[in-house]
């Protein structure tokens, strides 16, 4: 077993806001090539797939807020109300626009985005994710207090492994849930 290492988020990668949907506009439930992630698609799956849940903005507010986009793979957490739900952008989300309610952590260097989603998610990430968060009425975790999440890593290698276990724990439960919906 190899030397496990420990940084601040700000340190390995960038995080970044995104964008409240501008005033007098709304979100539509249309499907077009404009879909909004927000906080209500976060928490269920690893990775964040369009689905029915999603809504969308018209080609019109696209334009206004269109360099809050996400891209495949990007990490994203919520950061108001209901803080520190993660979720890894999946391919069907790739160029989705991002809420203001969540932040992207994206340029990730040192470790694997997965092995980064299953610390946040975890008890040892969580724990670090409630320090941060600020707020009685309305909790919110600061942009600032995102990039100073500390993240414990091993080896890349061992980063590997330990994506590869959780994964296949997660893709049991997944077929778990389908089996006993289908009871």
Not at 2 to 16: L, R, T
Not at 130 to 137: H, S
Request: a neutral charge; aromatic letters at 6%.
């Amino acid at each position: 077993m190899g030397q496990w290492n420990e940084a601040k988020i700000g340190e390995i990668a960038e995080v970044k806001g995104g964008k409240r949907i501008p005033k007098g506009r709304k979100l539509i439930k249309e499907p077009n090539s404009h879909p909004y992630i927000r906080i209500r698609n976060l928490g269920k799956t690893k990775y964040l797939q369009l689905n029915a849940d999603y809504e969308y903005v018209d080609e019109e507010t696209q334009q206004m807020i269109a360099q809050y986009i996400v891209n495949q793979g990007d990490i994203l957490i919520s950061v108001v109300g209901t803080i520190g739900l993660v979720g890894i952008v999946g391919n069907t989300l790739d160029k989705a626009n991002q809420t203001e309610n969540c932040d992207k952590i994206i340029n990730i260097k040192k470790v694997l985005s997965e092995y980064l989603y299953y610390y946040l998610v975890s008890s040892f990430g969580q724990d670090e994710i409630k320090k941060g968060t600020v707020g009685a009425v309305q909790p919110k975790l600061p942009l600032k207090n995102v990039k100073d999440i500390t993240v414990k890593y091993p080896p890349i290698i061992e980063q590997k492994q330990i994506v590869e276990i959780l994964s296949a724990i997660d893709e049991k439960i997944e077929l778990n849930e389908t089996i006993n919906n289908n009871l």
